[in-house]
């Protein structure tokens, strides 16, 4: 909390000047400066349990319902773009106020048991503001603008116990559950809401190839030799980036998105649409995903390596000894919703910033001394994030170009269709 105190500091002394004043001497919503989202970008990771964090399904869900909120609810002050949920205006409202009320709206009631975490941090972005009319009409509308959030995703079948056991299969191509992991993770993720697409199966993914394809072959191959424990054919650089992206994909691009947010210094209102935007297309990469993943039920490269005397291919040989560089996922193989996210992501910053956007950035799961990894543009930053998992051993190459693929259409399909400028 003590980042998240120094940072709201940095803005208390114009938000008590400027945002408590009549509604005539406020300025724009876009020369505000952006920490109140960037603040709860980040309570919302701690609250999830920071880097230690295990349902990155519902971590997507509840951002994109958090980042809703504060868009709409400082929307609702001075609209500029169509709003998801909340339909209510208040010019006078402290957008300060508003955006993290409505942040912690939604965050107190989809993780109760971190309520005196996010109550402590409501608190902190509250004591920025002078007292007065304005500040009390922000809390109210932001209150307002998450419970619209929360009525619109009640109920969207994000409900259930996301450990599930593996049907053991003899059956070639078919999934089973890879050491160290002995479960399938949430299949009913398939049935979720989507926030901004039309259904699940929009974007499914055309089939894999065919096990007896030289495109499996090479394939197989390829993640046999470069995704193995202890590799030599692995570059130290590649290493360095398959442990970097290792992390959930969805706090790693939110991490982007914060990153470049700051550097650009973008305004409130623009910044709040920016996540909000990024967050739907991550969420519903991962629902799109889902459900192309549990349509295929392809197996991963550990099972298909240590059973490929079983797969009809001439090309690939068995190796019972293989073992990924990294932890593989308890979840099919085909598409890698890795994949799908960073690409889903990277087109929403493309298309609102430019995607020649250089950025560096920090994760928590880089090799200890590795530092920040710099990008040229998003596009950089997807791709590499896609290796990452060829490199792992955790992802043959064509579910990770399927993945990219279905994230492009996501990120396109959500910039084009959701919170569309009024004017």
């Known amino acids: 909390m003590k980042k998240i105190t120094i940072m709201l500091g940095v803005v208390s002394c114009l938000i008590t000047s400027s945002c408590s004043e009549e509604q005539n001497n406020r300025p724009d919503l876009d020369t505000l400066p952006n920490d109140v989202v960037i603040v709860w970008n980040e309570v919302a990771y701690e609250a999830f349990g920071g880097k230690a964090?295990?349902?990155?399904?519902?971590a997507s869900r509840i951002n994109a319902m958090t980042h809703l909120a504060m868009h709409d609810a400082l929307n609702a002050i001075e609209p500029e773009y169509e709003t998801?949920?909340?339909?209510?205006?208040?010019?006078?409202?402290?957008?300060?106020?508003a955006a993290a009320s409505a942040a912690h709206t939604v965050l107190v009631h989809e993780i109760p048991d971190k309520i005196p975490f996010l109550d402590s941090a409501l608190q902190q972005s509250l004591s920025t503001i002078g007292e007065g009319d304005a500040k009390n009409r922000g809390i109210q509308l932001g209150k307002e603008a998450g419970q619209a959030i929360l009525e619109e995703r009640a109920n969207d079948g994000s409900a259930g116990d996301p450990f599930s056991p593996v049907a053991p299969s003899d059956v070639a191509g078919v999934y089973q559950a890879v050491p160290p992991f002995e479960i399938v993770f949430a299949p009913y993720w398939v049935d979720v809401k989507p926030f901004g697409l039309q259904s699940k199966d929009q974007f499914r993914s055309a089939p894999h190839p065919s096990l007896d394809s030289e495109e499996y072959a090479a394939a197989f191959n390829e993640v046999k030799e470069v995704g193995k424990l202890n590799s030599h054919a692995r570059t130290e650089d590649q290493l360095a980036y398959t442990h970097f992206?290792?992390?959930?994909?969805?706090?790693?691009?939110?991490?982007?998105?914060?990153?470049?947010?700051i550097d650009k210094k973008l305004g409130l209102l623009e910044t709040a649409r920016l996540f909000a935007l990024v967050d739907i297309a991550l969420a519903d990469a991962y629902i799109a995903g889902w459900d192309s993943k549990f349509h295929y039920n392809f197996w991963r490269p550990y099972t298909a390596i240590h059973r490929a005397q079983q797969d009809?291919?001439?090309?690939?040989?068995?190796d019972l000894q293989w073992e990924p560089t990294l932890p593989t996922?308890?979840?099919?193989?085909?598409?890698?919703?890795?994949?799908?996210?960073g690409n889903a992501a990277a087109t929403v910053l493309a298309n609102l910033l430019g995607d020649q956007t250089a950025f560096a950035m920090t994760s928590p799961s880089a090799l200890p001394g590795s530092g920040e990894r710099s990008f040229t543009s998003f596009k950089q930053a997807a791709d590499e994030n896609a290796d990452s998992r060829v490199k792992a051993g955790i992802h043959f190459r064509f579910a990770c170009e399927a993945g990219q693929a279905m994230g492009d259409q996501v990120g396109q399909w959500v910039v084009d269709d959701q919170l569309k400028p009024l004017r």
């Open 312 to 318: 009809g291919n001439a090309q690939t040989t068995e």
């Open 53 to 58: 964090y295990l349902h990155s399904l519902m």
């Open 245 to 261: 992206w290792y992390e959930f994909s969805e706090a790693g691009w939110n991490r982007v998105a914060r990153t470049v947010a």
């Open 329 to 341: 996922p308890p979840v099919q193989d085909y598409p890698s919703t890795h994949s799908a996210l």
């Open 84 to 97: 998801y949920a909340f339909i209510g205006r208040d010019a006078e409202a402290n957008p300060i106020a």
